[in-house]
């Protein structure tokens, strides 16, 4: 694929990326519009956080490509190995030694450095999609702060289920001004939103780019007598006995028999090399 | 023990694999050449065209063979192709006054300048599977006439001329575009086209239709259909004027619609408008019936509710390309969401037990 520019895009694309990026920044949490381009991986596939990672990518860069916690999803490895032809850049699996990672639905374990860049693929960008359809009246409410019709959501949930019921995808207020959509990440993952590492945003279909700067402040939308909680299986993780990580459960056999393991594929393996061991270590080994 | 699927870059050369012989279909069978494609299929290709906004019937064929005749796939492969081409600037409007029409017939008239010229139609033939083609498609020679000479004008030109249409002020600004700046609400007409144009041609249709059947019927009659060739001219800079650079084929509906005035304009007939590359009959007068039915606001007609009026519920819909990747993508793996969400049922389940086995007791 020798043929195309540096990470696909043509440098002016590129820069109208970087100016959509900046304006994010600026404004953290408020969704800039950006002439998305159609990419040769579908919509819905990630091309916002692909053209957010091609934008950013430098050929010095490290990159880390997740989806679900782990690296060997397909999709995963898919955008690894378009970043791999088109930019040529050093992949790794490891979290540490990435200097962008691109993620669908999850935020890894391990905490992230100010030299680190994480992009999020995002199918909708609008937190208040949902509740208004209308993208005239959502970008409305926004520049009036009325996020009134949000609050009344989770009120009615309470009331309703007695408990928000909102498992990933749980909106929170940025920098106490916009209501941001954190992507599909389960909001377990949401206290991690306060991070040194640069987070940025991407939504290809819908045409827009956001952005969390290191150490800005996201607030969990809640109610004080209904305080937010970041909710994971009850288990430690059977492999690499890890107490304080999102887990997935896995079906193993036709009497529904389940076990517990890491969502997060190198913070688990690197605990295991670490000597850490889980209820199921031994029979993995085998 | 641990069953979860590992090997995600194996399975997926293998899927590929398989994928290429699937398309290859079986080898007793000659293989499809491109140039048959784009010669014999040649509806597929212009769809693939249209929708894929990018005129190259040889690409457009290439990508029927290798998305194994899905056209949307097709699409696909064309607009991500699109998106590596440098722009090198902008062509002169075409002007399809001067096509060198293949088919060009009008509703509104019995005759007019120009003729009612049928050209390649299926219009008239009968829907009879035809066996004899499963045999052989040679078709025999037919005599030829002399080509028509002589100008064909615009149908809507004489309607003009007595000041009985809606006039549509020329205009030297430059239109925005569709792929370079994102679609932001509201919009204006050019945006509104462009985004007809490369939309699906099933969504546009089925739009069309619904403001046949009363959601804000815009009583509407084929002016004029025209199908044929025009020159595509470029200004160069460096030679101070413009030339041509190619021609491409084009389906041009101008739709005149009656309309009994409004709190702003008088009666009058107005327009509805579809320009469609290649030959693509169905998706241009869909387009222009879905074009009228945007203008309400423009022409001061009331707001209907209808979904053709609401231009925010078609443009955000009618990209199948858009659509397609959003519909396909819940395919993809989504079990960390799913776990979060298994996790909040059971535990409001638990919570609604709970809360009877403590009523029960109370009871």
Known sequence: MNEYNFAYLDEQTKRMIRRAILKGLAVPGYQVPFASREMPMPYGWGTGGVQVSAATLTPGDTLKVIDQGADD?????????????????????????????????????????????????????????????????????????????????????????????????????????????????????????????????????????????????????????????????????????????????????????????????????????????????????? | MYVAVKGGEKAIENAHAWLAEERRGSTDVAELSVAQIREQLSLAVNRVMAEGSLYDPDLAALAIKQARGDLIEAIFLIRAYRTTLPRFGYSNPVETAAMICDRRISATFKDAPGGQVLGPTFDYTHRLLDFKLAAEGEVPAVSEGPARTGSTPHITGFLRGEGIIQDEPASDETPGDLTREPLEFPTDRPLRLQSLTRGDEGFVLGMAYSTQRGYARNHAFVGELRIGKVPVEMDIPELGFAIEIGEIELTECETVNQFKGSKTEPPQFTRGYGLVFGQSER?????????????????????????????????????????????????????????????????????????????????
């Open chain 1, 73 to 286: 999803t397909t999709n995963a490895v898919s955008i690894r190995k378009f970043f791999e032809n088109t930019a040529g850049v050093e992949t790794t699996e490891e979290t540490e030694k990435a200097t962008v990672i691109q993620t669908r639905h999850r935020i890894p374990e391990a905490k992230l450095r100010d030299d680190q860049i994480i992009v999020y693929q995002v199918p909708i960008p609008e937190p208040l999609r949902f509740l208004e359809p209308r993208e005239t009246e959502t970008r409305k409410m926004h520049s009036l702060e009325e996020y009134g019709l949000m609050h009344v959501k989770l009120y009615e949930d309470i009331s309703r289920h007695g408990a928000i019921s909102t498992a990933y995808a749980y909106p929170v207020k940025v920098s106490g001004r916009y209501v941001m959509d954190p992507s599909p990440i389960p909001k377990f993952d949401n206290p991690k939103l306060e991070m040194d590492a640069i987070q940025l945003f991407g939504a290809g279909r819908e045409q827009r780019i956001y952005a969390v700067p290191p150490h800005t402040k996201v607030v969990s939308l809640d109610f004080e007598d209904y305080p937010f909680e970041a909710t994971k299986a009850n288990h430690p993780c059977d492999l690499c006995g890890a107490n304080d990580s999102y887990l997935d459960e896995v079906i193993m056999d036709d009497a529904g028999n389940r076990m517990f393991v890491c969502s997060d594929t190198d913070f688990c393996r690197s605990r295991r090399a670490a000597g850490y061991q889980g209820r199921m270590a031994r029979e993995e080994m085998q």
């Open chain 2, 283 to 363: 998706k241009s007068i869909a387009m222009a019936l879905v074009d009228r039915a945007l203008r309400w606001k423009e022409l001061g007609e009331d707001n209907l509710g209808a979904p053709a009026q609401d231009e925010e519920f078609v443009l955000s819909h009618a990209d199948n390309i858009q659509a397609t990747g959003f519909l396909e993508h819940i395919k993809l793996p989504h079990y960390v969401d799913f776990q979060s969400e298994l996790e909040l049922v059971r535990k409001l389940r638990r919570e609604a037990e709970e809360r009877l086995t403590s009523k029960e007791a109370a009871e």
